[in-house]
């Protein structure tokens, strides 16, 4: 062998190992990604999740609910695409019966507050503080129509 053809075979075996590690970092890459678009759907999952879960019924309205509900199924179903090892068919049905059984009922008119402790009203004062930033979030991102929010 000639020195030129040892040459062209070490770049030759130089670009293979360059073209396989970047191959392989691209795939490392997507996922990474796919890994925390998933963390990120279920952290924005469970903080929908607990809004829904907590607030009171004296301040929810059927519009919020089915908001919470509707933005739910909406990331339980994209999530249930990205990761099948998650239970999302199982949560949206769960998502579904909740809402054939949500009723709001109008608070009753007694007294000067709605919530019989300082403590409860500050709860659902603190909730409600989270309600209107995740509203404004959502409002932020456009997924919404601002008059619908």
């Known amino acids: 062998m000639t020195p030129t053809e040892i040459g062209l075979i070490v770049i030759t075996v130089v670009a293979l190992?360059?073209?396989g590690s970047?191959?392989?970092?691209g795939i490392e890459n997507q996922r990474r990604e796919r890994r925390l678009r998933i963390l990120a759907l279920k952290d924005q999952i469970r903080r929908a999740d607990h809004l829904?879960?907590?607030?009171?019924?004296e301040v929810s309205s059927s519009a919020i609910l089915s908001l919470l509900i509707k933005y739910l199924v909406g990331h339980w179903r994209?999530?249930?695409?990205?990761?099948?090892?998650?239970?999302?068919?199982?949560q949206i049905a769960r998502l579904t019966e909740q809402a054939k059984n949500a009723k709001i009922?109008?608070?009753?008119?007694?007294?000067?507050t709605l919530f019989p402790t300082k403590e409860q009203a500050r709860n659902a004062r603190a909730v409600?503080?989270?309600?209107?930033?995740?509203l404004s979030d959502l409002q932020?991102?456009?997924r919404?129509?601002?008059q619908q929010l």
Not at 128 to 134: D, G, P, S, T, W
Request: charged share 15%; hydrophobic share 45%.
């Open 17 to 19: 190992i360059i073209v």
């Open 22 to 25: 970047l191959v392989m970092q």
């Open 52 to 57: 829904l879960n907590s607030l009171p019924p």
């Open 78 to 90: 994209e999530l249930g695409e990205l990761d099948s090892t998650t239970n999302a068919a199982g």
């Open 105 to 112: 009922k109008p608070a009753a008119a007694s007294g000067l």
């Open 128 to 134: 409600m503080r989270e309600v209107a930033q995740f």
């Open 140 to 142: 932020k991102l456009g």
């Open 144 to 146: 919404y129509p601002s």
